[in-house]
């Protein structure tokens, strides 16, 4: 039998070899939640690009509310056989490193809407075909701004994500009430509202971005002054010697992604008349971060350019750690761990525990061991089901960990 993370992709010869043959760029989506559904609304109005196929798991007639109900499929091959290029938004990364294991197999390249999966087991990925985050979700569009600010001149320091607010063991009803207004699934509300999300995105932005973190669980500043916090981030990587990710909560901030960065004295006099103040760091920020409405501009990368936008690096030095959000007993049944009301992902180094479970890993598992509130998961705690997403984790962490 074939080994099942033996992957061997040529990514660009067959993709635009297709798109050649049939005139538009066939997009294949995994995924039928908010992100899925608003991009493919949105590739209604286009023609050079076009959904193919949608990948889901639900049953077919559960999915009314679905733009594209023709296109709906449960066959990873069907999905694979009609594309040229694979958009990965499921938010599942067990699910993800199944898809991206077969799209490479193809030889497809896969963009992702999905930093959960990058932080769990992209990296083993990298170096298998052309796998990339998107813009339209912080970390993309930080490594875009990154990218903007270095052709400038710009060195960054800081990778900075803002949020509005947080609430690390949210109630269940609270959530609820959330997710339904917001027409967003529960676990993605969850995700979002207890931080898991938010340590998510600068995971993959430090591993992505070659950063580190200032700290388990990172600093997360909240003054109420976006100047203020980013100038003593700032302060913080100088003394590291080393670029950091990290966030601020900041609720009536308008500012989604931000960087500090240093240049050379001498532009000073001139970044003081462009008004970004004497230095030495300088604040270069994005208002805007919109989802599905971005994606477009990091495939056409990928299929003009051939090159990622950012992923989590073949080595990567941080990682997502389960932590306990309350005391659990020995015996507790967790289905998702991502979304979960037991557990939430934090950053930590992978050096400093490597032993950790990646809250990304976390699917219909069982404690062994009773876990205190604020403990971080390890592999001794619980009882694990195999996955390619598992077996990808522990080869990244063997070569990182050597």
């Known amino acids: 039998m074939r080994d099942p993370l033996n992957v061997t992709s040529h990514p ?4 635009m070899d297709r798109v050649d043959s ?47 109900q023709d296109l709906l499929t449960h066959s990873i091959e069907e999905l694979i056989d009609h594309s040229d290029v694979i958009v990965e938004c499921s938010g599942d990364p067990l699910h993800a490193a199944e ?23 992209g990296s083993y990925y990298v170096d298998k075909g052309l796998l990339t985050e998107a813009e339209g979700d912080q970390p993309g569009c930080l490594a875009a701004l990154a990218e903007n600010a270095r052709m ?28 339904k207004k917001q027409g967003i699934s529960l676990s993605m509300v969850t ?17 992505g971005l070659g950063a580190t973190i200032a700290q388990q669980g990172l600093l997360g500043y909240s003054s109420g002054s ?54 030495p760091f300088y604040t270069l920020s994005q208002n805007r971060v919109l989802c599905h409405l971005e994606i477009l501009k990091t495939v056409e990368r ?52 490597p032993d950790h479970v990646p809250v990304g890993l976390l699917s219909n598992i069982v404690l062994t061991k009773a876990l205190e509130k604020g403990q971080i998961l390890e592999f001794s705690h619980i009882d694990i089901q195999p996955s390619l997403a598992l077996t990808a984790w522990l080869e990244t962490k063997q070569k990182v960990c050597q």
């Open 12 to 15: 660009s010869t067959h993709t």
């Open 22 to 68: 049939v005139g538009a760029i066939r997009l294949g989506i995994v995924g039928t939640g908010y992100i899925s559904r608003g991009f493919n609304f949105f590739l209604s109005h286009r023609t050079d690009f076009i959904a193919s196929r949608v990948l889901t798991r639900r049953p077919l007639n559960s999915c009314s509310e679905f733009p594209r």
């Open 99 to 121: 898809v991206t294991q077969m799209a490479f197999a193809a030889g497809l390249p896969v963009v992702t809407m999905n930093a959960e999966f990058h932080v769990t087991c």
């Open 152 to 179: 400038m001149g710009f060195k960054p320091l800081v990778y900075g994500n803002v949020k509005g607010f947080s609430d690390l063991n949210p109630s269940l009803e609270n959530m609820q009430f959330w997710s």
């Open 191 to 207: 995700a979002a509202t207890d931080g898991t999300k938010l340590q998510a995105e600068q995971v993959l932005v430090a591993n």
């Open 226 to 279: 976006l100047e203020q916090d980013a100038q003593q981030l700032a302060e913080v990587a100088t003394q590291k010697g080393k670029a950091i990710s990290d966030y601020i909560i900041h609720a009536s901030e308008q500012t989604r992604v931000f960087i500090v960065a240093t240049h050379d004295q001498q532009q000073q006099a001139s970044l003081e008349y462009l008004k970004l103040g004497s230095g």
């Open 302 to 353: 990928v299929v003009s350019l051939g090159t990622p936008l950012l992923n989590n690096s073949s080595l990567p030095s941080v990682s997502l750690a389960a932590v306990a959000k309350q005391d659990l007993p020995a015996g507790t049944a967790i289905e998702h761990g991502i979304g979960s009301f037991d557990v939430r992902g934090i950053a930590v180094n992978i050096s400093d525990h």
